[in-house]
């Protein structure tokens, strides 16, 4: 590549590694109505009417606002309100998706994660008319049995009437579905894609379940590999799925991820492609630049200034569900931190962006190259290509199906590449 056209392009990428503010917004709802058998997310069983749930809400829209009056979420393009189960909050949410609305009108997408059993009509009508433009549930299958063992509150009746419902309302719609799991079948596997489409929804994220440390599933099934878990299996749900739903025109656009045309989440792909983005809640994280970070610490002085080589600072919030709840500010909120050197951020970045489609293109790749050396990066890029991991589409290095159904050796190559150990604080 010509010499002035690589200073182009690295210039492109570096303008997003030093944007001052945060361009994407996570607003975290840490209540289910009850734990799901498999969950390790950052959620806790809460009664439908406990108070804590509008504290905590006030205490998200308050803390939303500080944030945009330091100028911490100038140029917003995304938001998105997950958890948990945000449906949970009823009127409450659409409040705080209304408030997000408000600060920035010129957001060009608005999420909220939604439960089957709590998104009403009532509630998809005010989501509507505050300003969201996409709804994301949490479906996981539409077999009555599979949803049994998975400890789900609704039944596979409930979930597509919902679903037909959230379509009706005008917002674009997304259908989460879990593979491998316990009672499924290929037929039954297909069957549940099948239905989603046949609701109409423009995007679907399709999961092998991961049995995690601690969970009711965990105790149940233990490390043993169950045969309907096993990575054979997986594979071959992953591979069902992509058939099913290119065949319906939905294609591929991330590991987990397909959308009709126009109809990809751009929240998501923020998170993949170094757009900083701030998390604000119980378990939240967040991805700052320097700029932005410092930003946040005129908000939080009790975090510490980020030395001099670091340029990418990640946070997640420890703040227990009640002291959110009553936070004031950010002052009265923990954090663990992770602090990036340049190199280590490019590195993250060349990970993060393997799991899309598309892989990475020539402003990261040649940033990377700085960055990491050439010899380093080449040697990296070749161990990939020669194993049948990624492949180059043109300019563009991409991931390969066997780069996905093997991504922690992708990733792990592109990651052993950071220099050092991440600095955490
Ligand atoms: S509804 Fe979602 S967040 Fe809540 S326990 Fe189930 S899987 Fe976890």
Redesign the pocket.
Known sequence: MARATCGIYEALWLARLHHGSARSLYLHIPF?VR??AY?D?S?WATARHDPLLGAYASALSRLTWQAHDAGLLQGLETAYIG???PTMLGDELAALAGGVRELAPGLKELTCEA?PDSLTDRLLGRLSAAGCTRLSL?VQSLNDRELCELG?LHDAALAEERLRAAVASGMDVSCDLMCAIPEQTEMSWERSLHTALSCGVGHLSVYPLQIEEGTPFDERYGASEQPWNDSSVQAARMEAAGRVLSEAGLARYEVASYAKPGKECLHNKAYWTAVPYLGIGTGASSMLTREAYERLVSLAPQLPQAPGDISRIRLTCTTSRDAVASAKSFADLSFDLEMLSPAQAAAEDLMLGMRMVQGVGPGLLVHARTQLGSAALDEAVDWCVDRGLASWQGQRLAPTEQGWLLGNELYGRLWDLAPDEVLEA
């Open positions: 289910c734990k799901c969950c997310f959620s958890g948990g189960t439960n949490g789900r």
